[in-house]
Antibody
Framework: QVQLVQSGGGLVQPGGSLRLSCETS????????LHWVRQAPGKGLEWLAV????????YYADSVMGRFTISRDDSRNTLHLLLSSLRPEDTAMYYC????????????????WGLGTLVTVSS | EIVLTQSPATLSLSPGERATLSCRAS??????LAWYQQKPGQAPRLLIY???NRATGIPARFSGSGSGTDFTLTINSLEPDDFAVYYC?????????FGPGTRLEIK
């Protein structure tokens, strides 16, 4: 079955960096676009970034553009999100999600989701 | 940016009743709308995509309708497991955006 196992969250100081990972299994990794979505404590969902199946296309939310970088490692079936220049308002649960198809504007952002990893930005 | 507005913010109903949740887009998004369910401590779950298509494994009591700017998620004969937060999400324009959510609570 499809699985997305997340890691890499934790406590980081403002201005610091962190790399989140999302190790996948149960499907052909390089056939699907992948997304990152976050949720601040007690708040709603915020889409962050997407990468196409072949990594040629990426899009970012304005709130993270230039600070976060999405990437994928097809050899390890793993999605990454590099978070830099972190701010307290980046504190959130971060989810990876597999889309329903290869393209970045697929009919379904998240047919399968990871359980989330918590990032806390605080001094 | 396409802004999604959901109403009501909170909906209080009893098991067995019908729930009607609304999502309005700030501009026409054709049929490019999805609905997700989220329970406390869990990741979202895809319910509906492209306005009215049920995702794999979603019961038939969940249905979506609408196009353009106005969309509806209907849940017939509510079951205890249906009480959760529901989000709409558009993919018509970048960035992808979510609505603020509707909390469906037991009356």
């Amino acid at each position: 079955q499809v699985q997305l196992v997340q890691s890499g969250g934790g406590l980081v100081q403002p201005g610091g960096s962190l790399r989140l990972s999302c190790e996948t299994s149960g499907f052909t990794f390089n056939a699907y676009a992948l997304h990152w979505v976050r949720q601040a404590p007690g708040k709603g969902l915020e889409w962050l970034a997407v990468i196409s199946d072949d990594a040629d296309i990426t899009y970012y939310a304005d709130s993270v553009m230039g600070r976060f970088t999405i990437s994928r490692d097809d050899s390890r079936n793993t999605l990454h999100l590099l978070l830099s220049s972190l701010r307290p308002e980046d504190t959130a649960m971060y989810y990876c999600a597999r889309s329903g198809c290869a393209s970045v504007d697929c009919y379904a952002l998240g047919t399968h989701w990871g359980l989330g990893t918590l990032v806390t930005v605080s001094s | 940016e396409i802004v999604l507005t959901q109403s009501p913010a909170t909906l209080s109903l009893s098991p067995g009743e019908r729930a009607t949740l609304s999502c309005r887009a700030s501009q026409s998004i054709a049929y490019s709308l999805a609905w997700y369910q989220q329970k406390p401590g869990q990741a979202p779950r895809l319910l509906i995509y492209d306005a009215f298509n049920r995702a794999t494994g979603i019961p038939a009591r969940f249905s979506g309708s609408g196009s353009g700017t106005d969309f509806t998620l209907t849940i017939n004969s509510l079951e205890p497991d249906d009480f959760a937060v529901y989000y709409c999400q558009q993919r018509s324009g970048w960035p992808i955006t979510f609505g603020p959510g509707t909390r469906l609570e037991i009356k």
